[in-house]
T-cell receptor
Framework: GAVVSQHPSWVICKSGTSVKIECRSL??????MFWYRQFPKQSLMLMAT?????????EQGVEKDKFLINHASLTLSTLTVTSAHPEDSSFYIC???????????FGPGTRLTVT | AQKVTQAQTEISVVEKEDVTLDCVYE???????LFWYKQPPSGELVFLIR??????QNEISGRYSWNFQKSTSSFNFTITASQVVDSAVYFC????????FGKGTRLHILP
């Protein structure tokens, strides 16, 4: 099946700094990518939908100025957590599809810890 | 609005027992897709099954089986002869445009 990678797999950063997470589709062109956040023992919550070449659509309650999403190519989307705080510590997962909305492929996730 | 309900927060069974994970969904769409994912402690989601709204046939894959009933808006998942390696969090999900996840059921298989 299709493969989606994320980098880094885990990251620790200091409060106030920014951190960038990459999501790549390795063997297909992803017209749409999704970013999810998962807090411990909770479900995945959709943060935003990103389409190549256009601005991301954020879910209600997600601060677009804090979570910057860039989908510059058909194989790469990035999520930048700006001015990170300890409450941003979470597991961030991306997914991608190539046009068939029911065929989403998930990345392995990035565990962010803000100290 | 779309919604997925997994009423069982946590289940513990002894190895080799059968276990059923419940999933009830809500949608106004006539065309939709249902999914089950497994999330082991590593965190990576493992795709188990996708079923579209027009296909109500039950499916069996090894020890796993799924029962889709549109009349009750349910898509239940049964593991037969459970094994310790089945211990994980299982998510039921629904999509028409974006995937909506249930809250998950944490399954403990005790040796």
């Amino acid at each position: 099946g299709a493969v989606v990678s994320q980098h880094p797999s885990w990251v620790i950063c200091k409060s106030g700094t920014s951190v960038k997470i990459e999501c790549r589709s390795l063997d297909f062109q992803a017209t749409t990518m999704f970013w999810y956040r998962q807090f411990p023992k909770q479900s995945l919550m959709l943060m935003a939908t990103s389409n190549e070449g256009s601005k991301a659509t954020y879910e209600q309650g997600v601060e677009k100025d804090k979570f910057l999403i860039n989908h510059a190519s058909l194989t790469l989307s990035t999520l930048t957590v700006t001015s990170a705080h300890p409450e941003d510590s979470s597991f961030y997962i991306c997914s991608a599809h190539s046009g068939r909305r029911y065929e989403q492929y998930f990345g392995p996730g990035t565990r962010l810890t803000v100290t | 609005a779309q919604k997925v309900t997994q009423a069982q927060t946590e289940i513990s069974v002894v190895e080799k027992e059968d276990v059923t994970l419940d999933c009830v969904y809500e949608t106004r769409d006539t065309t939709y897709y249902l999914f089950w994912y497994k999330q082991p402690p590593s965190g990576e989601l493992v795709f188990l099954i996708r079923r579209n709204s027009f296909d109500e046939q039950n499916e069996i894959s090894g020890r796993y089986s799924w029962n889709f009933q549109k009349s009750t808006s349910s898509f239940n998942f049964t593991i037969t002869a459970s094994q310790v390696v089945d211990s994980a969090v299982y998510f039921c999900a629904l999509t028409d445009d974006k995937i909506i996840f249930g809250k998950g059921t944490r399954l403990h298989i005790l040796p």
